[in-house]
């Protein structure tokens, strides 16, 4: 790949975090070296355009020089809305 094949790609990877994801954009250019996901924020249904959404922020924050770092247990942040949602 040339330079400027990698520089119109990484263009291009910037220009769909920043529409697709403008929070996370906003995020990465914040003065903190972590980004928090939660894990069932990509892809919480298993979506193959989620997973490669999920790989091109990692691969953006990166880019800003921030670690990214995964939480939560798969489906949490859905069970708990479940379980407020049955005890009203």
Do not use: W
């Given at each position: 790949?040339?330079?400027d094949e990698r520089?119109?790609?990484?263009?291009?990877?910037i220009a769909t975090i920043r529409k697709k994801l403008p929070e996370f954009a906003k995020a990465c250019a914040d003065d903190a070296e972590l980004v928090l996901l939660h894990q069932d924020a990509?892809?919480?249904?298993?979506q193959d355009d989620e997973y490669l959404l999920?790989?091109?922020?990692?691969?953006?924050a990166g880019l800003r020089g921030k670690e990214v770092r995964?939480?939560?247990?798969?489906?949490?942040?859905?069970?708990?809305?479940?379980?407020?949602?049955?005890?009203?």
């Open positions: 790949m040339t330079n520089m119109q790609r990484e263009s291009g990877l990509f892809a919480a249904d298993y999920l790989g091109m922020a990692i691969k953006y995964v939480i939560g247990k798969n489906r949490s942040s859905l069970g708990n809305v479940r379980d407020r949602t049955y005890r009203t």
